[in-house]
């Protein structure tokens, strides 16, 4: 348990950040799913769609720390070679 002033702050702070990083993530889930779901059930243009909706919060959630970009932007590549799969075939 923190026991200096400061401490204390910074246990709130980082208590508030994470729940803004939680909602922040929880978010990205969301959109990527509505792209997987929108793939599975073969329809191209939701696909599409989905990931023109997800690629922007994937990226911001990058920007704002909660993902690496990497990652953010591994995820983007992975999705549109997917949706354009599904798009050609």
Known sequence: ???T???KKMARKIAARTDV???????????????EEALAS??????????????PELMRAAGKG?????TAS????RLAQ????????
């Open 21 to 35: 990083n939680k909602a922040r993530r929880s978010r990205v889930r969301t959109y990527v799913r509505k792209v």
């Open 66 to 70: 909660v993902l690496p970009k990497n």
């Open 42 to 55: 073969g329809d191209a243009a939701a696909a599409s769609a989905a990931l023109k909706a997800a690629e």
């Open 5 to 7: 002033t400061s401490a």
């Open 74 to 77: 591994r995820k983007v590549s």
């Open 82 to 89: 997917r949706v354009k799969a599904i798009a050609t075939a």
């Open 1 to 3: 348990m923190a026991n």
